[in-house]
């Protein structure tokens, strides 16, 4: 398995506010629901970053998510993203997130990936609260 010294890790969840007027195309819930349909510059995003001091035979991580602390969880990642084999320098990782529904929580972990084909759970679990809340209908 890979010896990586764990040295920060953070899922950050990047406030709505950051991103443009949310376009037309939006669900009508003021932002819930699936933001397929949104330019992915325009998405709300959860952005994980994580550090390594060192690295030794890493091949990569693998990103997952889930709608619960105890999962399920889905592997986020189409291909790893790639790692710094052996190395005693500090490395800074990220994934973004658009595929997100804005008004959910979620739950996110990364996995490390050896150059063996071994893994392991690189980070605890985080929680990433939702970013809004959908629209409550007036009461007449």
């Known amino acids: 398995m890979p010896f990586l010294h764990r040295v920060l890790y953070a899922l950050l969840a990047?406030?709505?506010?950051?991103?443009?007027?949310v376009p037309s195309s939006a669900p009508a819930s003021g932002g819930c629901g699936s933001q397929a349909k949104i330019a992915p510059a325009q998405r709300v995003k959860n952005t994980a970053h994580w550090t390594t001091a060192s690295e030794e035979n890493n091949f990569g991580y693998d990103v997952y998510r889930g709608e619960s602390e105890k999962g399920p969880f889905v592997k986020l990642t189409k291909t790893p993203i790639l790692g710094n084999?052996?190395?005693?320098?500090?490395?800074?990782?990220?994934?973004?997130?658009?595929?997100?529904?804005?008004?959910?929580?979620?739950?996110?972990?990364?996995?490390?990936?050896?150059?063996?084909g071994s893994r392991e759970k690189f980070t605890p679990v985080f929680h990433v609260p939702a970013k809004r809340h959908p629209s409550v209908p007036k009461r007449p």
Do not use: Q
Request: proline letters at 5%.
């Open 14 to 21: 990047l406030p709505a506010m950051a991103f443009a007027a």
């Open 85 to 116: 084999g052996t190395t005693l320098e500090t490395h800074n990782y990220a994934f973004v997130d658009d595929t997100i529904d804005p008004c959910k929580d979620y739950w996110y972990y990364v996995e490390s990936i050896a150059t063996d």
